[in-house]
């Protein structure tokens, strides 16, 4: 599965932008999906995960309520809409798929990976 993010760029503080994350090779309908980031001078960190069919969403704390994390697997794509963006919330963002559907927030844990796509949110 090759997984190619689309969607970064720079917003202001408050402002939003949506990612996708689509993938080729084969459908990734029967695999979880994460979305990751990672800051200059940090780890790689949890963002946002949803399970093979889209019914089941988990989020970081610092993200809560304030990024959505959604998939259409008949397009197999996977979006996370980012709301009210924040000075660190800049990061350069991942998705990645697991093997199987289920979630988890442990990156060691996913097997296919995106190039990275950068979010810059200043003013």
């Known amino acids: 599965v090759q997984l190619v993010e689309s969607g970064g760029g720079v917003v202001q503080p408050g402002g939003s932008l949506r990612f996708s994350c689509a993938a080729s090779g084969r459908t990734f309908s029967r695999n979880a999906v994460g979305w990751f980031r990672q800051a200059p001078g940090k780890e790689r960190e949890f963002v946002a995960t949803i399970n093979s069919s889209g019914g089941f969403t988990y989020y970081a704390d610092s993200v809560k309520g304030r990024f959505t994390i959604s998939r259409d697997n008949a397009k197999n794509t996977v979006y996370l809409q980012m709301n009210s963006l924040k000075p660190e919330d800049t990061a350069l963002y991942y998705c990645?798929?697991?093997?199987?559907?289920?979630?988890?927030?442990?990156?060691?844990?996913?097997?296919?990976w995106g190039q990275g796509a950068q979010v810059t949110v200043s003013s």
């Open positions: 990645a798929a697991r093997e199987i559907g289920v979630v988890s927030r442990t990156p060691d844990l996913y097997t296919y």
